[in-house]
């Protein structure tokens, strides 16, 4: 089996800086599209950012200019570094890829369990 695994939340001032990170694991053969999204509670879950496995990127309005995707595809790795960070960023962070395992001949979808950023005023 394949899954997702988050990692680097926690809580910070605002102004201040996390990296997520987001790994592919267990038998994984390729992965494609990767993306960031976020929940606030009460709220519905939105895209953060997606990047390609060219590394093409796009991000949501609130976090340009302040938040980076990347990834090392040798390392089936995917990263959010969040700079300036602002307490409405404050949500539970889901890493979500298209992923094909060494079993499985097509893509399937993956989320992540999610890991929680705080940011204190």
């Known amino acids: 089996q394949v899954q997702l695994v988050e990692s680097g939340g926690g809580l910070v001032q605002a102004g201040g800086s996390l990296r997520l990170s987001c790994a592919g694991t267990?038998?994984?053969?390729?992965?494609?599209?990767m993306g960031w999204y976020r929940q606030a509670p009460g709220e519905q879950r939105e895209l953060v950012a997606t990047?390609?496995?060219?590394?093409?990127?796009e991000y949501a309005d609130s976090v340009k200019g302040r938040f980076t995707i990347s990834r090392d595809n040798a390392k089936n790795t995917m990263y959010l570094q969040m700079n300036s960070l602002k307490p409405e960023d404050t949500a539970v962070y889901y890493c979500n890829a298209d992923m094909r395992s060494v079993y499985r001949g097509r893509f399937e979808n993956y989320w992540g369990r999610g890991t929680q950023v705080t940011v204190s005023s």
């Open positions: 267990g038998r994984v053969f390729s992965i494609e599209t």
């Open positions: 990047i390609t496995s060219g590394g093409g990127t």
